[in-house]
């Protein structure tokens, strides 16, 4: 059995479609945001979040829904962005350096050029000291190098200097998706 929620009318129909398409069923769909999830405590083995909470105001607070909604034993499966990747390179290169504006942080130049206003991204070490807050114990936390870290939509040179980073970096933890498996282990 499923439930779902997305933020738009529209978001939700086109679930209902796809799910159609694969003959599949959604046992609770509905219109609503992360950061106020219509469910109540304890009620899911698990709970899938694939770049989502990093665009909402309140990244954290979206993590503690999920974490409320969570059975004792459940798992989280999330992924935000990793600021640690050779993506975020990029973006700095091309949004600070390049605009002739080497002091701008990496936060802004998120906030401003990726996809939607607020978007944010956060390091390994970050999800780990905010999940230690929470009743959770991490299964397995990493930010593997896609093909998608690698630039291959730019210049032979960004994409070679973006290979050389993911190595330098180590590509087990510099890619552009931070995924993160966590256990609820009590209630708060």
Not at 155 to 168: I, K, Q, W
Request: hydrophobic share 35%.
């Amino acid at each position: 059995r499923a439930s779902g929620i997305d933020l738009t009318q529209e978001a939700v129909d086109h679930v209902r479609h796809r799910l159609a398409c694969y003959g599949l069923e959604c046992e609770d769909l509905k219109v609503s945001d992360a950061e106020h999830l219509p469910f109540p405590d304890s009620n899911f083995d698990l709970v899938y979040s694939w770049g989502v909470i990093h665009h909402t105001p309140d990244t954290i607070k979206a993590l503690e829904e999920i974490i409320r909604v969570m059975r004792v034993g459940g798992t989280g499966k999330v992924m935000v962005y990793n600021r640690w990747s050779p993506y975020v390179v990029y973006k700095y290169l091309r949004w600070g350096i390049g605009k002739g504006k080497p002091f701008k942080s990496v936060k802004s130049i998120l906030d401003e050029h990726q996809e939607s206003r607020g978007t944010k991204a956060y390091t390994i070490k970050e999800m780990k000291r905010i999940l230690s807050r929470y009743p959770v114990r991490i299964r397995n936390i990493e930010a593997p190098a896609t093909y998608y870290d690698l630039l291959p939509d730019r210049s032979p040179l960004v994409r070679a200097s973006a290979y050389l980073l993911a190595c330098l970096m180590g590509f087990k933890s510099c890619g552009w998706f931070l995924q993160v498996e966590f256990e609820k282990t009590a209630e708060r």
